[in-house]
Structures are given as structure tokens and as C-alpha cells.
């Protein structure tokens, strides 16, 4: 009989059925492994809108790279950890984003979490690139620490010398929240050091503590006190709201000046009429007519339902400069350093800037002022030239 | 095996059986089974489609009444703020927060947009400016509640929006709403099922509830939901989620643009009916190859293999092989239409066979007939021819014996000879004549003794021969040729007489035979004699026997003895019995020999008795 030969719609029957099993069971075709990209930064509790912000951008940045064929073809996968605000969460996200297999982190938002987490980054050799941590404690370090925002020094003396010369602060009270003692220390160092140098005399310091409930009436009226005739407030958005607010509420008229940590619309919508006038440094010129930073903001007005802070921008930015680097080496960890120490010139939401050999950025930041509920830029500093 | 031969366009038993199976039944039944399962899938999906609706709908409607519920409050502080005195204003506000206890905090505003009051009481808020917020702003609608967008509380963490109202006489009663009570629900629901996940969103798209509440907290915008912002109240869509697909059912907060969305994972909906379905194929393709081989095992053994048989059977008779057709016994056929068609074909060759052999036999006998014809035909002539010179010549002898009486002993005995001869070969001529043609015989009433006599008269019995005759005196007369009836009797007498030359006893009986001695012979009998005889026959026969005691004849030879020209004699041409026969036949009797080979042959002529002859 022809028992051997098989009957060729059987076959063929049974060929198509086979297939259609296999297609059930094995699932669908493997994928690039995606580039994974760690971001960290303090997302929940009192100063979670620089954190977020942060994200925000960084998220922007991302989805527009994917979207655009990721790095060599690969997408990339950001895994977002929230450092809580503390030296102890900055460790332990650290510590896990690292156990994941990231090829470079993006975080802290705030110089002391970034301080304690490169304690567990430099040893294993993964970049942190920080969007805002700019405490000088930081600067000219050989290490996997880089940044997309100008170290405070320079920026701290501008505004001291802003306050001085232009102000016309003779005497001039310090208030600053010591949850975030690097940021904070770095900054009123370099401030008080320029100040001094300039002439100027501190007239008080007050510190509290955003972790606690602080009555600030007290505090104010005690550097009002001391004859002071400009008030410093180094804090966060809210935080100098707040703080301006009292200070008016009290009755004191004096001009005020804060840090570009508090430079966000929180600011502007909690200070109310408080912060109309008050100065800054601020490490973005919000109200830049650059086309990109334009689009970028209408973007994320459109997506996140709010104006982009600077956290925002420095977080995009630092995902588009990363991207970058990651495309020169591809996607590996090991070149990820060399590739953004190597960045020059490259092109910013606003201005461009370089990255230098101590992974600090090189490029221009603005003093400014509140007026009429928005960020003006009243000054330009141009940057040093990478060395 | 062997196989039949294929004829053009034809196909085997087994291919058609299986085509038959696999697209008549198989795959038809395979069709509605995944069409069933295809519909099981799709009703399921329905229903899981309005659970989920049901879900975001009654979640939709809860956070609706929240907020509903907030506008009241805030509406009924305000309606009493627009008429109490500022210091009472303080109590009244307090009391309500306390017995509500819906909103974290309320604020009284004054026409700066300053807080003037709020409960509970913080020294730090007392006073400050809330007029850039811009939720604030839109507030001026009066007798209308606006709602905020919502914020992370920096006291509580969690989702809060403000709801304003616009008070009359200027300012504005706020009241700050926790949106946490949402996430406990969200919660309670994605826990009941396990595989859900229910979120709300926030008109931008930010999370205001999640099973997971960090990301709550960590005001995340999930990019893959906020698709679902876009989609239209009570739709039901599916959208990728993290690399896998989801369905998505989605409700909208009207009054806010915020949206509930439930999800669930296509691959858990999807999963079992992937198994179901890959374990029908596979079950399925198991059954159908099972079926294949089995039935065609058994139709090779059922079917084909006795079709081949019957084939080959079919073919041997063809070329004349009847042996095959007893193997067809031993075909293993278990249906009944097969066992049928086996016996009729061993039925058919077995008739095929007889009648060839019968066929064969015809054949046989025609050609000897034919034969026999001719000689009959040659016969007559030659002898006709022969007859005459022969008559010549035997009056020339008896002329030559009157001549010479005188003659010396050696010419009698030469003419002795010469006569003697004359007479064999008469006698042959007789028998050739005898045997050509079938004379009619005149038939006359005799006596047996007077037809043995004179039969016995003819023939020259040797000495050596002892002859014995019993001839009962009463026998019934005959009615019969004589001459031919004595030329059979002659022919017998000199058969025996010369189946003993060294000599022997012959013996000549007659006696009344009985009728209806042997059946199949009466009826012959019958039919014979009408046509000779104007008398109906009585049924008797009288049996005229002649018996040696010579040497037999063996049975080979006792199937050829009435055959022409069989004989075992030197000068016979083997004429003398069929002559005798046909002769006897012709007289309505009939001829039958016994025979042992070694002790002698007993011929008997059996002649009917006419009725009405008497005795």
C-alpha cells in the first residue's frame, strides 16, 4: 500500500497546524536588549518639585529618543527611583539602580543626596550625571561625577556682587534650610566669602530645617533684628514663598535675593505679590526666546499641564547630552565618562556648553528677577573656556 | 504488498477515505470548534469589557460625589460667610470642618486674595498672598465652585485639589481636598481581582490614584495612559502598557476632565484561551493522525488487501488458474458487503469452472462425432464398393468348390480359406455398413429360443468351448428385428467365443426382466422404443445374456468399450459392439456389460416386452 508516503494535504494541514502551535507557544521574536538608564532624585515629600521636574524632563527627552530610534537602535529603558530626600534613600536607590544594570544615572536634584550617593557610584565606576546638584564641594573632582548646571560658585558671587554693587545691601541677613546642608553651606560660603570680600557684612543667620514644622515669624523677625538690609534665602520653592511672604507680612520691606533652587513657578504662585522684585541667580533664563527652549516649554506646558522650572530643562538636557554620549559608545557603561567629558559646545535648550575635564559644565547662567509674576533675565555671565 | 495498478484520474480507496475525512469532517469540525472557542473568547471579552465599565463607572461616579459633596460644604460656609460677622465667621467654619471632616483645610480669603482665616489654624499661613495662584484666579465666577488642578499636598504627600468659591461681598472660601480617599478605593478594587489596575488621572495626565502609591506620590505621568485621555467617556480600548498589550476601559470625571481607566494585562484575558486553543490543535492533531493510521490499517487489511486478492484471483482465471480461487477463503474481510463479494466470486469460479470443463468436454465429443461422421460417411461408400467384388467373388469360390469336387484336399482347403475370409471381410463390410447407416428395423413377433438358435446356428462354436444355454420355456414373445437382434447375438457369441482362446465355457441365458429395474434407465428406455414400436411398451424386459469365462476387461478399457474404433483385437476394427449397440438401442433395449478382469464378461441385451404380446 502507500503507507509511506504521506498524503500531501495531510502534509500540508498538518504543517500549518504545527505552525500555528509553535506561534502560540514560543511568543514573539526577541528584542535589542534596551539601554537601561538609572534617574534618581527626591520625588516624594517637601521638596519633590525640583525632583520631579527633573523626571519630567528627563521623560521628555527619553520618549523623544525612543521615539526617534533610541541609541543605535536600541531603546532606552529609564528606571526612576525616588532618593526621598535623604543621604540613606540616595544610597540605597543608588545601590539598586546599579544592581539593575544601568549604564549611567541621572540624579540627585539636591547636592546632599548626590554627595552621599556617589559614595556608592564612584567605587562602581557608573557616571552620575546631576541635572541640578551644583555645590562646589563637587568641583574639579576627577571622578564619575559630572553635571549639566554651573557649579554655584561663580553663580554665588554674581549675586553677592549683584547684591552689593548693583542693590546697594550693605548688611544683609542669610536664612537657609539645612535639610540640604551641601547645597546650602557651598552656597552661603561662596556668597558671604564674594560679599565680605566686596564689603558687605552679614547682619544674621537663621537656620531651620524643612523636615520640621517651622514657625518663621520668629526667625524673621530676629534678622530684621539685626538691622539687616536684604534678606539672602537659601530654600526651596515653596520654602522661599513662604519665607517672602512672612518677611512682607512682618512688615519687612527689605529687597530680597534667593538661589536658583527655588527658581520654579511654585515660587512665583506661592509668593504672590511677596516675591514680585526679588533676586536670583539663576542657572536657566526661563524667559529665553530660543526657539527650542520655546517648543520645549510648549511641550511640556502641553504634556505635563504646567510651566517647565529649570530642574526641568537641566533634566532634559542632561538625558539629550547622556543619549549622546551613550550613541558614541555604544550603549556600553565603560565609554559613557569619557564620551561626556569630551562634550563641547554641545547644543543646549538655550545656550550651548561644554563639559570639562572635571566633568563641571561650561556654560553662561543669568541673574534675574520676579517682575510682574514672571523670571527676567537682568544679567548675562559668560563662561570660562574648558580647559 | 502488491498494489492494483492506477488507471488515469482514479484514485486509491484509501487516499479518497482520508480526503473525505480530513476536509469533510476534520477540518469542518476543527472550523467550529475554533470558531466556538473565537466566540467563548469574544462573549468573555464582552463581559470582562463591562465589568471593567461598571468599575470606572462606579469609581468615576464616586470621585464625582467627592467632589460634589466638597462643593456643598464649601457652598453652604460660603452662603453663611456672606452674612455673619467676620469673628463668627472663624467659629462657624470650624465647626463645619469639624463635623465634616472632607476637607484638610478651609480658607477664608479676603478681597487680596490673603488668607484671613483657616482652620485648622496655622500661624505660618495666616496672611499670605494666594492671588498667583491661578487656580485662584479663575475663582470669580460667583456662586460657582472652581476646582483646582490637583498638587501634591506638601503637608499630607498626597493628590489635593482647591475648590474656590467667590464669596459676594468679595474674597473667597477655599477648601483644600484630599484626593487620598480615592487611592484606598483604587486599592480595595485592583486587590479584588488581582489582575486589574485602576488609576486616575488628572486632566494633564498625572496619576491622582494607583495601585502602586509611590507613583502616586511621585506625580508620574505614565505616557502609555495618558492615550487614554483622549479616548471618549466609556470606551474600551487596547494600548500598549510597558511592552505588553492591556485593555483599557475608560470613564471621565466630567465636572474636572479627570479620567478612571482599568486595565488588564490581554495576555491573563488572553492566556487561557491561547492554551484552550493550542491544546484543541494539538489534541485535534493528535485524534486526526490517530484516525489517519488507523483507518488506513484497516482498510489496507479490510478492504484493499481482499480487493488485490480478488484482483489477482480475478486475473488467474483470466489466464485459466482456478487454483487461487480457494485462497480467497482465508481473506480477512470484517464487512459483510466484502465477505459477499468474495463468495459470489468463489461461486462465479466455480460455475466458470465447470462450464469450462463441460465446454471442454462438448468440444471433445463434437469432434468425435464430426469424426465419426466421416468415417461413417467413408465407410458406406467403401464398403458399398467393396460389397459387390466381394459377392463376386465368393460365388466365383462357391462355382470353384461345385467345379472341383474332384479337386485334392489342398485346393478345398486354399478355397476353405479364401471363403473364410470372404466371409471376415463381408462380415467387416456388414459392421462398416452396419455403423454408417441406421437402419430401420422391420420388427416381427419372435420367440427368444428361435432368435438364439439361429444366432448360435451362425457361429461355429471351437470345441474347446463348453457351451450351456438356459432358455425357460415361458418367456414372453419379442417383437424385434430378428435379423438385427441376430446379428448382435452373433457378434456377442463370437466375442466370448474369441475371449477364450484356450478355451472356456460360454453360457447363453434369457430370462423375464422386471420393469423399473433401474430408474434412470427406464425413462431412456421409454424414449427409445416409442419411435421403433406401434405397442406401449409393458415395462418388462426380457434379458438375453452372454457370459465367458475369459479374461476380463479391464476397467480402462470398459470406458472406451462402446467407443468406434476402440479395440483389443488383431483383426477387428472396432465397429462390432457400437454396431451392436446402436442395433439394440434401435430395437428399444439396451446393452449392459459386467466384467472381472481374470474370470470372464458377462454382456446382457435387455429388449422390452410388448404389452398386449403375452406370454
Redesign the interface.
Known sequence: ???QKL?P??GL??AG??I??SS??LGSCTKDEPVRVGFCAE????Q?ELG?QE??GV?MAV?KINSSGGIGGRQIELI?L?DLGTPEGAKASDRELIEKGVVAIIGHATSAQTIAGLSITNPAHVVMLSPTASTAELSGKDDYFLRVIQPLFERAGGLAQHAYLRRGVQRLAVIYDTRNAAYVQSFSKTFVEKYRSLGGKVSGEAGYSSAKR????PLLAKLRASKADGLLIIASD?DTA?IA??A??IGWKAPLFTSAWAQTETL???????VEGMDLEQTYSLNSQAPDFLDFKARYQQ????APSFGASLGYEAAVVLAAALEKCGGKAEGVRQALLETRDFKGLVDNFSIDKYGDVVRPFYLGTIRD?KYADIDRFIPRTPQ | MNTIPRHRGSRDLSQLLLDLILWRLFLPLLAVWLMAIAGVGFFCIKILENQQQRTVQSMAQMVDSHLEQGGRILDAISRVAEVLPEKDIDVFMDSTWKAYKHFETIYYLDRNNRIKLLVPFDRNYVGLDMSRLSDIQQGVEKNRIVISRPFISLRTGEPTVYLIRQLSPGGRVVGELNLGAFQDEIVRLSGLSGKDSVSILDQSGTLLAHPDVKLVKQQTHPAALKVLLHTPDGATVVHKLAETMVLGSVAKVDRVGWIVVDQIPISILLGPYALTLGITLIVSLGIWLALMWNLRKKLDQNVVAPLVQLSQGTDAIAVGDFSQVDSLALIPAAFNEIDTLADDFRHMSKVLQANQAALLDAQEELVRKEKLAILGQLSGSVGHELRNPLGVMNNAVYLLKMVLVEADETVKEYLGIIEKEIANSRRIINDLLDFARNKIPQTITVTVGALIDESLGRCAIPDNVALQTEIPDALPLLRVDPLQMGQVLTNLITNAVQAMPKGGSMRIGARKEPGTRSGERDGEAKELASPTSDLEPSGDFIEISVTDTGEGISPENMKKLFQPLFTTKAKGIGLGLVVCRNLVEANGGRIEVESEVGKGTRFAVLLPVRRGDGS
Not at chain 1, 520625588?43 to 517637601?46: I, S, V
Not at chain 1, 517651622?214 to 515669624?217: A, Y
Not at chain 1, 512665583?268 to 511677596?274: L, Q
Open positions: 500500500m502507500r503507507g498524503n494535504s495531510c494541514i498538518g497546524i504545527l500555528c502551535i502560540f507557544f520625588l516624594t515629600g517637601k519633590a520631579v523626571r519630567n521623560q520618549e526612576v525616588d517651622t514657625d518663621f515669624d515653596n513662604i511672604q512672612r512682607r507680612l512665583i504662585k506661592n509668593g504672590g505679590e511677596a504634556q505635563f499641564g504646567r509674576g
